[in-house]
């Protein structure tokens, strides 16, 4: 499959640590991207990073991709309780038609003040 | 909000009934999709269609019926529905091609009774 795969399944924090999250995905990519979705909401794009890039940042997230290790780390930095949500990661392969993304299950973020 | 609407947000109904969900958008993009979330699963694409043609189905049962009258609305019919079909179906847009990001409903809780 190309569904990434986010880990950790779960994870809590306290307000200004630092969340990371990983994907892990399968075949070559064109573009990953990262998702948040509020309790029973839609998802929201936060970034996107591309195959030739290695890293990017956007306010308090930075994002890295290694396409060697077929992996993506997103960090949210000095969280606060706002960030609580869960993160999809979503694969958009070379192969497809560039329309329709893949995600993973998520990673639940819980962020206690 | 992120321009992209979705109607009902709550649907209760029963396994005999017929219903529909709609979807709207007016960001200008060529491609809409439709998404089923279900508890501890990954997103699954159900269809795709880009400039109002399907492009992908995947392997869904015929319960559940697309239709794209044009670019701007997408609706999902919805027939003698199982109790398994209880989800959050979410609609999404994109201009197509790659390197894009998708704009996500809030989605249409659906609980089959």
């Known amino acids: 499959s190309q569904q990434g795969e986010e880990d950790p399944q779960a994870l809590s924090i306290q307000e200004g640590e630092n969340a990371t999250m990983n994907c892990s995905y399968k075949?070559?990519?064109?573009?990953l991207q990262w998702y948040r979705q509020n309790s029973g909401r839609g998802l929201v794009h936060l970034i996107l990073?591309?195959?030739?890039?290695r890293e990017k940042h956007s306010g308090r997230l930075r994002v890295t991709l290694d396409t060697s290790k077929k992996s993506s780390s997103l960090l949210i930095t000095a969280s606060r309780a706002a960030d609580t949500a869960s993160y999809f990661c979503?694969?958009?392969?070379?192969?497809?038609?560039?329309?329709?993304?893949?995600f993973g299950k998520g990673t639940s973020l819980l962020v206690t003040p | 909000e992120t321009g992209v609407t979705q109607t009902p947000r709550h649907l209760v109904m029963g396994m005999t009934n017929k219903k529909s969900l709609k979807c709207e958008q007016h960001?200008?993009?060529?491609?809409m999709y439709w998404y089923k979330q279900s508890a501890k699963k990954p997103l699954e694409l159900m269809f795709v269609?880009?400039?109002?043609?399907?492009?992908e189905n995947n392997s869904v049962p015929s319960r559940f019926s697309p239709e794209c009258p044009n670019s701007s609305h997408l609706f999902l019919h919805l027939h003698t529905l199982q109790p398994e079909d209880s989800a959050l179906y979410l609609c999404?847009?994109?201009?197509?091609?790659?390197?894009?990001?998708?704009?996500f409903g809030q989605g249409t809780r659906l609980t089959v009774v």
């Open positions: 269609y880009s400039l109002e043609e399907r492009v």
């Open positions: 990073i591309r195959s030739n890039e």
């Open positions: 075949t070559s990519i064109n573009n």
């Open positions: 999404a847009s994109s201009q197509g091609g790659q390197n894009t990001e998708a704009f």
């Open positions: 979503a694969t958009d392969p070379p192969s497809n038609s560039g329309y329709a993304l893949n």
């Open positions: 960001l200008g993009h060529n491609a």
